[in-house]
């Protein structure tokens, strides 16, 4: 958990590095990235899918950049998305792309298995994805509706 953790953190940081934030945003970045993997981790090791965890955690880092968007003066959008960037599965999409190319170098009738395999995959971090933008989507809706009534 630890391990996931500090991970997630470093490489939010990363990601907040490549976006161009101002050295104090860095810390946010880093924390926020280290609560989405955290949560992940703790929602998967409960037993759940990959595509419900990132969203409980997508959703926890939307929640907690927007609460803390007016103590630390940081765009909550911005933290929200740096953070959950390292909850993208490359390594499940680089198994997709894989999947399609041993597809293509199989005669049409052996490539029934490969190509449900990339499929899958393919579907997987698609879904993931989906749940990442959904989850950091709903508290900015939800706390700017809140906002304007």
């Known amino acids: 958990m630890l391990h996931h953790t500090a991970c997630g953190?470093?490489?939010a940081a990363g990601f907040g590095v490549l976006f161009n934030v101002g050295i104090r945003t860095l810390?946010?970045?880093?924390?926020?990235?280290?609560l989405a993997l955290?949560?992940?981790?703790?929602?998967?090791?409960?037993?759940g899918?990959?595509?419900?965890?990132?969203?409980i955690a997508a959703l926890a880092v939307g929640?907690?950049?927007q609460l803390l968007q007016s103590r630390i003066g940081v765009s909550s959008?911005?933290?929200?998305?740096v953070g959950c960037i390292p909850m993208i599965p490359g390594a499940v999409a680089a198994r997709a792309i894989l999947g399609l190319?041993?597809?293509t170098a199989q005669p049409p009738t052996a490539s029934g298995d490969a190509f449900f395999a990339a499929l899958e995959n393919a579907l997987r971090v698609g879904f993931t994805i989906g749940a990442l933008g959904t989850g950091?989507?709903?508290?900015?809706?939800?706390m700017r509706a809140r906002w304007t009534t």
């Open 38 to 47: 955290a949560v992940r981790t703790v929602a998967l090791q409960s037993g």
């Open 27 to 34: 810390t946010w970045c880093a924390v926020s990235g280290a």
């Open 9 to 11: 953190g470093l490489a």
């Open 136 to 142: 950091v989507a709903i508290p900015t809706l939800l």
């Open 101 to 103: 190319f041993a597809v």
């Open 63 to 65: 929640a907690a950049a």
């Open 49 to 55: 899918s990959l595509v419900a965890a990132s969203f």
């Open 77 to 81: 959008n911005a933290l929200a998305v």
